[in-house]
């Protein structure tokens, strides 16, 4: 038995002196330590590829209102989430091709290839002048933008096997404080020829694109980040010489077969065979609730942003963009504080199923309370919404850390690539529907601010809350099952 052991450990460390995977596996067997420059490194790559997706959520109110396509004010909601859609519908239409170049041609590609279409349709965005244009940058930012699914395989590669957790926590975390940093970027820098006239005139290019310094600034951020991304090490082994590698095959397939060794199959409760990632429903269950989950946030993003800066007679607050950018400034600093101090904490004491649930559960009166927060004026109105805020937010992506720690412990290390790919087709479809949902639903409610049964915004939050309960129960059984380690 100790012979046939040695012997599987010796075909196992059999290295390609070609192979970039190889070369990364064998300088994690060498290293100790934890691995900061990795973690930095994925860090900075999710964060350059999350600002796009909702920056634009603070303006993008005022961008449509100065496109002059909506006929009425209550009809702007309607066509900002057509917009806001656009990015993920396009997403949606192109992750699994990406998920495939990603397992041919290597991570490392797509993850360049990502970071320079922000650079480039971000800054086009930012320079629209209709409402076509604007639909048309973003779908293309989003089908040549498939990082996302890659980034999560590429976390879990990188690292030695006792941070790989930290490393797909790194993602999502990195991910959620980009969604926050996002808006608050787009709320500060938008109309900046009118927030900051000492510094940026009305006819320089700033005043004539006021939207276009927000989108400016995260693509200049992408521009060094795709630079910076050049020197990262690629992690999917690949052989550059087939002949050699075809005999290496039959080579070593002739010892095993000599040596009679078998491949060994771990079967762990709860999970599926390797070839059979749509059977495995403790995958599938989780991602299931996390598409849900997905579908509300991003709803929330635009809802959120598009009821502060609506005048008050349509049961907005009233705010500005700068407004909104502090609130969600605010918001992400007690989300990088939560995360970094407390989560680790309650997933250890609690589990991920549990921390899911009461965060989801929590959410829902607090989503009650927003009508009747903006009842409030003054100092009043701001720190108690700065408190929902980054309450909201901290919920959020409790659920969806969680949630991605349950999948990728649904299956082993060598078929994460796969499952993010299912995972990130499914999210994005959903994640599509939410910023349209969102706008449409939205500038319906504005229309019915005297009826009698959930008037004016009392309604989107009340479907808001429809959402989130129904993403609680998929999150109990027969719905998800836990995969057990």
Same mark, same amino acid.
């Given at each position: 038995m100790a012979a046939e052991e040695q012997k599987e450990a010796l075909l196992q460390k059999h290295y390609y002196e070609n192979c970039p995977g190889c070369r990364v596996k064998k300088l994690n067997e060498s290293r100790r330590g934890l691995p900061i420059r990795e973690l930095m490194s994925i860090w900075i790559v999710v964060l350059c590829?999350?600002?796009?997706?909702?920056?634009?959520?603070? !303006?993008?109110? #005022?961008?449509?209102?100065?496109?002059?396509?909506?006929?009425?004010e209550e009809d702007i909601g309607y066509y900002a989430g057509c917009v806001g859609c656009s990015f993920l519908f396009g997403r949606a239409l192109t992750s699994i091709f990406w998920g495939i170049v990603a397992d041919r041609y290597g991570r490392k590609p797509v993850i360049i290839m990502g970071t320079i279409a922000v650079v480039i349709f971000n800054t086009l965005f930012g320079l629209s002048v209709n409402f076509w244009m604007a639909i048309a940058t973003?779908?293309?930012?989003?089908?040549?933008?498939?990082?996302?699914? *890659?980034?999560?395989?590429?976390?879990?590669?990188?690292?030695?096997?006792?941070?790989?957790?930290? $490393?797909?926590?790194?993602?999502?975390?990195?991910?959620?404080?980009?969604?926050?940093?996002?808006?608050?970027?787009?709320?500060?820098?938008?109309?900046?020829?009118?927030?900051?006239?000492?510094?940026?005139?009305?006819?320089?290019? #700033?005043?004539?694109?006021p939207y276009f310094l927000p989108c400016l600034t995260i693509s200049l951020f992408a521009l060094v980040v795709s630079i910076a991304t050049c020197w990262l090490p690629e992690t999917l082994h690949m052989y550059h010489d087939n002949s050699k590698l075809d005999e290496s095959r039959k080579d070593m397939g002739t010892a095993?077969?000599?040596?009679?060794?078998?491949?060994?199959?771990?079967?762990?409760?709860?999970?599926?065979?390797?070839?059979?990632? !749509?059977?495995?429903? *403790?995958?599938?269950?989780? %991602?299931?609730?996390?598409?849900?989950?997905?579908?509300?946030?991003?709803?929330?993003?635009?809802?959120?942003?598009?009821?502060?800066?609506?005048?008050?007679?349509?049961?907005?607050?009233?705010?500005?963009?700068?407004?909104v950018g502090t609130i969600l400034s605010i918001s992400g600093a007690g989300l990088l504080i939560f995360q970094t101090f407390l989560y680790p904490y309650l997933d250890r004491l609690l589990g991920p199923i549990l921390v899911a649930r009461i965060c989801g559960i929590l959410s829902i009166p607090l989503l009650s309370s927003y009508p009747f927060i903006a009842m409030l004026t003054g100092i009043g109105l701001s720190i108690v919404l700065n408190c929902a805020s980054v309450a909201k937010n901290v919920l959020s992506i409790s659920v969806f850390t969680s949630l991605f720690l349950l999948q990728n412990k649904a299956v082993d290390q060598d078929q994460r690539g796969a499952a993010n790919g299912i995972a990130m087709t499914a999210v994005s479809v959903f994640k599509a529907v939410g910023p349209?949902? $969102?706008?449409? %639903?939205?500038?319906?409610?504005?229309?019915?601010?005297?009826?009698?049964?959930? *008037?004016?915004?009392q309604m989107i939050f009340f479907i808001l809350n429809v959402v989130v309960a129904i993403g609680v129960m998929t999150t109990f059984k027969p719905f998800l099952i836990h995969c057990r380690d």
């Open positions: 590829n999350a600002l796009p997706i909702s920056s634009l959520f603070p !303006f993008l109110y #005022f961008m449509i209102r100065d496109f002059h396509i909506a006929a009425r973003r779908f293309l930012l989003g089908s040549l933008n498939g990082l996302l699914g *890659p980034i999560k395989a590429y976390a879990t590669e990188i690292f030695r096997e006792e941070y790989q957790a930290l $490393g797909v926590s790194t993602v999502s975390t990195a991910w959620g404080i980009g969604l926050i940093i996002g808006p608050a970027l787009g709320g500060y820098l938008a109309q900046p020829a009118e927030k900051y006239p000492s510094i940026f005139s009305k006819e320089s290019v #700033f005043g004539k694109f095993s077969l000599e040596s009679g060794v078998k491949c060994k199959t771990q079967q762990v409760e709860g999970k599926a065979p390797k070839k059979s990632l !749509f059977r495995n429903w *403790p995958l599938m269950s989780a %991602i299931l609730a996390y598409c849900i989950f997905s579908l509300h946030d991003m709803a929330y993003s635009e809802i959120f942003s598009l009821w502060a800066v609506s005048p008050r007679r349509l049961g907005g607050l009233s705010y500005t963009t700068e407004d349209a949902g $969102g706008g449409a %639903i939205f500038s319906w409610t504005q229309k019915r601010q005297d009826t009698a049964f959930l *008037p004016g915004n």
